[in-house]
């Protein structure tokens, strides 16, 4: 597509409940970033996948999340038995190649409200 | 901990006027710096960047400004126009984690006619 798709655009969510969010980056485009913005704060990094590398998880805040990309293209943020601090805008980014974060595009993100 | 900080949470500027946002940074191992452009409901867009070898770059309307040994950087847009109201927010990453930006929290920026 021509951009970086993002669904659901908004979720509310009981807590406890699992969830799921998907991320179609843009046709060709290597890398892909998961990143999330809780109210009044920054972009907060999340996790990246490059080709067909091992992603660098480190970002994950707990074992309740986790993500995966199948066949080099979609990805879907999962987060299992969620909690109300997960309450957040998840934003999905990608890019060709490793660019240093000039060349990532953002979908328009996921609003998570877990209530 | 906060790697990047943007301490104005807010800024108004008359339209024709210059804005400057200011972002300070902890981490010396930074050596690649963003500035992204936020609208509600929409993903950040990228808007200008600077390498740790250089103190100034500039694009347009928009000059980025590098103090390393502050730590420090700015933006400057010049003029200010209505369309720029938005959420501007710094960025950094180090070398050897290109894929793991470190973003501030953000500037809301309005401009008045």
């Known amino acids: 597509g021509a951009g970086v798709s993002q669904s659901p655009s908004n979720k509310v969510t009981e807590k406890g409940k699992d969830v799921e969010l998907r991320c179609d980056p843009i046709s060709g485009h290597t890398a892909l970033y998961w990143y999330r913005q809780s109210l009044g704060q920054g972009l907060e990094f999340l996790i990246y996948f490059q080709g067909n590398s091992a992603p660098d998880k480190s970002g994950l805040p707990s074992d309740r999340f986790s993500a995966e990309r199948t066949g080099g293209s979609v990805s879907t943020l999962t987060i299992q038995r969620t909690q109300q601090e997960d309450s957040a805008v998840y934003l999905c980014?990608?890019?060709?190649?490793?660019?240093?974060?000039?060349?990532?595009?953002f979908g328009s993100g996921t609003r998570l409200t877990v209530v | 901990d906060q790697q990047v900080k943007q301490n104005s949470p807010s800024l108004s500027v008359q339209e024709g006027r210059i804005s400057i946002l200011n972002c300070d940074y902890t981490n010396s191992m930074f050596d690649y710096f963003l500035w992204y452009k936020k609208y509600p409901a929409e993903g950040p867009t990228f808007l200008i960047s600077?390498?740790?070898?250089?103190d100034k770059n500039e694009d347009g309307r928009f000059t980025v400004f590098l103090n390393k040994s502050a730590k420090h950087l700015s933006l400057h847009i010049v003029p200010s126009q209505p369309g720029d109201s938005a959420v501007y927010f710094c960025?950094?990453?180090?070398?050897?984690?290109?894929?793991?930006?470190?973003f501030g929290a953000g500037t809301q920026v309005v401009v008045t006619p």
């Open positions: 600077i390498s740790s070898i250089k």
């Open positions: 980014a990608s890019s060709l190649g490793m660019t240093g974060g000039g060349g990532y595009t």
């Open positions: 960025a950094a990453s180090a070398g050897d984690s290109w894929g793991k930006l470190q």
